[in-house]
């Protein structure tokens, strides 16, 4: 019995550190190639004067309780990111699921060198309730 | 023994140079016609269209000079970032390179108006010396972009309201179309800056 306990165990570690060795956070870069890539670009770095960088983008830990209302109804007016201001509108993705939303959070709070802590849907969902 | 090894060597190291010595010219792009037995390759036709700055853009501006030309509009919320940046990075990279210009051209000719061009240009670091933004007559602009193998038309069912396609186009300083990439891919893009790298190459050759 305790055999094949053990072996169960390092099967699953297995497993474990299979998992390890992916990008965690594939579902959103998928969402973020379909939605996101052709303003903000590959590596997050938008484009100068017109479209803000995601990549060590001092706004995403700023503004981390607006991820998810900027996602789905867009942003406007003058924002200021890492000291530059941006003023081109960006239109939201209203057809992005809670989920969704939440996979692209956190997946370019971690891309690019960024480290800015994990979102939960429960989160992601509060702060949809509360957009302005 | 040795022998074969030494040969081996010079015939690798031979073979290697071959490879990487590549074509030295580009080609001539577009469809060709045979005229009085000469050949006459598709060439940019006479164009009028007006830049950031109020000044008018013909082909006298680009005299002497290879240019790279794009269409796209400001509001274009799909592949027109990708094109700009794009463009950009050509910018950057040919900065000093006087023989070479760049031409955009706005297919959104109702918003797009010569301030918000001069805006556009202004946010991105770049000036009419390098780089012109235009604008014009709308069916000539679209007329034009069939001219450099690109699509642009409107289109209610697009995003923002306009159907074009994302190429960059090199033309050079016989109006004739030597290059071209999808704009929107990085990848292409360096191996189109080899390419304007061959023709700006050409064009300071003393032609014999």
Request: charged share 20%; with cysteine.
């Amino acid at each position: 019995m305790q055999k094949v306990t053990l072996s169960f165990f390092l099967l699953f570690s297995f497993f474990a550190l299979l998992n390890c060795n992916q990008k965690p956070y594939a579902h959103g870069k998928i969402m973020y190639e379909n939605f996101c890539v052709n303003c903000h670009m590959e590596d997050g770095s938008g484009l100068i004067g017109n479209i803000p960088p995601l990549a060590g983008a001092d706004y995403l830990t700023k503004h981390a309780d607006q991820l998810a209302c900027v996602i789905r109804y867009g942003l406007e007016g003058e924002i200021t990111v890492n000291g530059k201001k941006y003023s081109a509108p960006m239109a939201g993705v209203p057809q992005l699921t809670d989920v969704e939303i939440a996979n692209i959070i956190n997946y370019i709070n971690h891309e690019w060198g960024n480290d800015n802590g994990y979102t939960t849907i429960t989160q992601v969902k509060n702060q949809l309730k509360n957009c302005q | 023994m040795k022998n074969i090894i030494n040969w081996g060597t010079l015939l690798c190291f031979l073979l290697l140079a071959a490879c990487q010595s590549g074509p030295t010219n580009l080609p001539i792009l577009g469809n060709k016609d045979e005229v009085d037995g000469k050949t006459v390759y598709h060439e940019i036709p006479d164009f009028a269209f007006i830049n950031q700055d109020s000044a008018a853009v013909t082909n006298a501006t680009f005299a002497g000079k290879a240019y790279i030309s794009d269409h796209f509009f400001i509001s274009c919320p799909t592949i027109c970032p990708k094109l700009s940046k794009s463009m950009l990075r050509i910018h950057d990279r040919f900065e000093k390179d006087e023989e070479l210009l760049l031409l955009s051209h706005s297919i959104d000719t109702k918003y797009d108006t010569i301030p918000r061009l001069k805006k556009y240009a202004n946010s991105l670091g770049v000036t009419s010396d390098k780089w012109h933004f235009v604008t014009g007559d709308k069916q000539e602009i679209f007329d034009i972009a069939e001219d450099y193998f690109n699509i642009a038309m409107d289109d209610n069912d697009a995003p923002g309201g306009y159907n074009h396609s994302g190429r960059l186009i090199l033309v050079d300083e016989n109006r004739r179309i030597r290059a071209f990439c999808d704009g929107t891919d990085p990848k292409a893009v360096d191996k189109f800056m080899d390419d304007i790298d061959l023709l700006l190459k050409e064009m300071r050759t003393p032609k014999t």
